[in-house]
């Protein structure tokens, strides 16, 4: 049974910093592209950053500000978020993507953890 489980959300002022973590079970972790997505309320859910094993990639809106990494021992992608801004408020899910090692594989997603920015 595949599983990824989000963690480390919040309410943060703006400035501040969060940590989200994305732990992953029953997937070979090492081929997954491991990426952040996020939606907020009345919007399309966008792509915030993803991570191949060599590269990574992050949207305009975020870059200089977060940073996407993975630890294949544990199974887990992070994404470090500083100097927040209240427009990053959404849900932020984790995204497990197999199909650029196999092209048949299945894209799974995690439940989603909460971002509020608020002062």
């Known amino acids: 049974q595949v599983q990824l489980v989000e963690s480390g959300g919040g309410l943060v002022q703006p400035g501040g910093s969060l940590r989200l973590s994305c732990a992953a079970s029953?997937?070979?972790?090492?081929?997954?592209?491991m990426a952040w997505y996020r939606q907020a309320p009345g919007k399309q859910r966008e792509l915030v950053a993803g991570?191949?094993?060599?590269?990574?990639n992050y949207a305009d809106s975020v870059k200089g500000r977060f940073t996407i990494s993975r630890d294949n021992a544990k199974n887990t992608v992070y994404l470090q978020m500083n100097s927040l801004k209240p427009e990053d408020t959404a849900v932020y899910y984790c995204?497990?993507?197999?199909?650029?090692?196999?092209?048949?594989?299945?894209?799974?997603w995690g439940q989603g953890t909460q971002v509020t920015v608020s002062s």
């Open positions: 995204n497990a993507d197999p199909r650029v090692v196999q092209p048949w594989g299945h894209v799974y």
């Open positions: 029953g997937i070979i972790f090492s081929i997954y592209t």
């Open positions: 991570i191949t094993v060599g590269s990574t």
